[in-house]
């Protein structure tokens, strides 16, 4: 991984992407959001403060998933009616991209996929509506939870530009094993992603945050 | 340049409640989104800076949870602290049934939740999955784990008192839609609203576990004993009867076997045998003895059976096996009748033979000594006004002396008083069965929804 050195657009404190493919990161110092353009980098806005956060996780963080090692190199926040949660932007030492979601704790990791298949809109997902993805996927998604949920900011190196977002909506898929998906249907064409819950334990996840009194 | 960037540790917080202004520790970290003042009851929202009042009370019941607020426990490895309870309650034909739920949390592994209901504790974490739901006969079943789980109940529990704080909206009053499958000692219940289904898994967790994993000895002495049988709790009476049935079976087979080889070691032998005719009246001495036979081996049994000729008559022969060198005597006797007639059809009574079996006669020379009567007594005859006496009565007899018989009456015992356990094991389990079937939506115990796949 290589750390491109510059200095944000914004403030002039250096700025480093760990991340090669990294399209968007945000200034340490002044939190500035950064676009990068070839060599360039554009300050193309500024993002909110972090809210208080009760994950183990932070940027920083390295685990393994499928006996790949990944590091946690940025996130977005959203928030909901019931609370927060945090989309982990996983890095891994192939250099591919995935997603850690952590929801009251629950986590699931997940990757960005783009299939042939039609993504069916969102208003004709009622709960436990079947939808298949064949040429990516041999499990049937049902259908699950509809999230309406709020933008609130973005942390670190992400693969795409994801800045400046208002209302977003999501449909989760479950099965009836581990397997997990979202329909983001911000975005038009909505993006899929398909993936599988995990354990705590199973990520083996090292230089997690720190809770006093907790080991 | 701006402010360089700080680690920000995650802390406890404290607030004070703006009801009556206590204060409430917040120790489930920014999750916590609902939390109860502990002297008012309020409940708060806890991702407002100020924790504005969502609900309160003027007057409220108060429940002491067993496990206090903030007590951590080790549970299948994993430390835990209570931060949450919940009392809820379900109406069953006008009567009310209450249970206490408390949300269980650690700041990596995130949340668990314990249950209690009259002394039974189970041990719940949330599946991350969907269920499959199918209908056996007119019970709906689950699947999952590849075990089959019968459904047992459908509930509208309603919180009735909250306390401590929780990542999600609560409210006293709550109700939801609840359904409980069973295969002990795991229980599946599934929430639902509209728009999702959200299923748990439980374990059943014998009390003293909670006492020990949360140290409550010391609050509450003992943990008292569970009351009656709880849904998902497993039988002591064996998981099945089979196995108490298939261990019979073993039983059976080495009966059989060994059976076997007692009839394969044992002599079965025939020493003596000879026939003799009686005739009652006709004899002045009735008393002779046989000649001297051998009884070979060691300290084995020795059968006698005598087969007596007799047509509507009786015959005793009493015997004495005495041995020739020590003059050791075992004494017996055997009466013999047989009776047989044409009334309504032809009947018969009593038997033509018998034997005795006399068991441990050790080797050595023996004869027997013979003594055949047919005379009845004075008294017996004027009773039965017999016209028996009145004609001559002879009967021929055999005697025929048997060494080392096999015996296979201790064998029958045995079986007998095998068969028992099993017995009561499966009047036990399906009695456990039906007490524990009795709470549920059904009323009984159904064997369909009661198998592994």
Redesign the interface.
Do not use: H
């Given at each position: 991984m290589s750390r491109a050195q510059a200095s944000c657009p914004?403030?002039?404190?250096p700025i480093g992407f760990r991340f090669s493919q990294a399209v968007q990161t945000t200034?340490?110092?002044?939190?500035a959001i950064v676009v990068r353009h070839d060599v360039n980098l554009e300050r193309v806005g500024q993002a909110a403060d972090v809210?208080?956060?009760?994950s183990?996780i932070q940027i920083g963080t390295e685990g393994q998933y499928r006996n790949k090692n990944f590091i946690v190199l940025g996130r977005i926040v959203y928030e909901y009616?019931?609370?927060?949660w945090n989309e982990w932007h996983l890095v891994f030492s192939d250099g591919t991209s995935g997603w850690l979601s952590d929801a009251?704790?629950?986590y699931?990791v997940s990757f960005l996929v783009q299939t042939r298949a039609p993504l069916p809109p969102a208003q004709k997902l009622n709960?436990m509506t079947p939808v298949q993805f064949p040429d990516v996927s041999p499990e049937t998604y049902?259908a699950?939870?509809?999230t309406n949920a709020n933008y609130v900011t973005v942390q670190g190196e992400l693969p795409f530009e994801y800045w400046d977002k208002t209302k977003c909506f999501f449909v989760d898929l479950?099965?009836?094993?581990?397997?997990?998906g979202t329909l983001d249907y911000t975005e038009n064409p909505p993006l899929l992603f398909l993936g599988e819950?995990v354990e705590?334990?199973e990520l083996k996840l090292r230089n997690?945050?720190?809770?006093?009194g907790?080991? | 340049?701006?402010?360089?960037?700080t680690v920000?540790?995650?802390?406890?917080r404290t607030l004070d409640c703006p009801n009556c202004g206590g204060a409430v520790q917040l120790k489930?970290?920014?999750?916590?989104?609902n939390a109860v003042c502990i002297q008012c009851l309020s409940i708060l929202d806890a991702?407002n800076p100020n924790l504005r009042v969502l609900q309160q009370f003027k007057k409220k019941q108060r429940f002491q949870p067993v496990i206090p607020l903030g007590t951590r426990g080790k549970l299948q490895g994993v430390?835990w602290e209570a931060i949450g309870f919940q009392v809820r309650q379900i109406v069953v034909e006008g009567e009310a049934f209450r249970w206490t739920e408390y949300l269980l949390f650690?700041?990596?592994?995130?949340?668990r939740y314990l249950s209690e209901y009259e002394g039974h504790w189970n041990f719940i974490r949330?599946l991350?999955?969907?269920?499959?739901r199918q209908m056996d006969g007119v019970r709906p079943t689950a699947h999952f784990g590849g075990k089959k789980f019968a459904h047992f109940q459908n509930s509208n529990p309603e919180s009735i008192f909250v306390m401590g704080e929780f990542?999600?909206?609560v409210r006293v009053g709550d109700k939801v839609k609840l359904n409980d499958f069973v295969s002990p000692p795991l229980m599946l219940s599934v929430e639902e609203t509209?728009?999702?289904?959200i299923w748990s898994e439980g374990v059943y967790t014998k009390p003293e576990e909670i006492w020990a994993a949360f140290d409550l000895k010391k609050v509450h002495g003992d943990a008292p004993a569970p009351k009656g049988v709880f849904s998902n709790q497993p039988s002591p009476h064996a998981s099945k009867p089979g196995s108490s049935w298939k261990l019979f079976a073993l039983f059976l087979l080495l009966f059989i076997v060994t059976g076997i080889a007692i009839g394969m070691f044992t002599q079965n032998k025939s020493v003596f045998k000879r026939t003799f005719a009686f005739t009652e009246g006709v004899q002045t001495e009735t008393s002779f003895v046989t000649p001297v036979f051998q009884l070979g081996g060691g300290s084995q049994n020795v059968e006698v059976e005598v087969n007596a000729s007799l047509q509507n008559d009786w015959i005793f022969v009493g015997m004495a096996l005495i041995n020739d060198e020590t003059g050791q005597a075992y004494d017996f006797g055997k009466e013999l009748s047989f009776y047989s007639g044409y009334d309504d059809g032809y009947w018969t009574e009593g038997n033509t033979n018998d034997s005795v079996t006399i068991p441990d006669v050790p080797a050595g020379r023996y004869y027997l000594r013979i003594e055949p009567t047919m005379k009845d007594d004075s008294a017996a005859a004027a009773a039965t006004g017999s016209t028996v006496q009145m004609k001559t009565r002879q009967a021929n007899y055999t005697i025929e002396v048997k060494r080392g018989v096999p015996s296979f009456g201790f064998l029958w015992l045995a079986g007998f008083l095998l068969i028992i356990p099993p017995i009561v094991n499966t009047i036990r389990y399906f009695s456990f069965e039906n007490t524990r079937w009795a709470e549920s939506d059904y009323g009984g115990f159904v064997t369909s929804g009661d198998s592994d796949e």
């Open positions: 914004g403030c002039g404190a200034c340490e110092y002044c939190k809210p208080m956060d009760g183990p009616e019931a609370g927060r009251l704790l629950e699931a709960p049902l699950g939870v509809r479950r099965t009836f094993g581990r397997g997990f819950t705590f334990e997690t945050r720190i809770f006093e907790w080991s | 340049m701006g402010m360089p960037p920000v540790r995650p802390q406890v489930g970290y920014a999750q916590t989104v991702t430390q650690n700041p990596y592994k995130g949340y949330v991350p999955c969907l269920v499959e990542p999600w909206q509209k728009d999702e289904s």
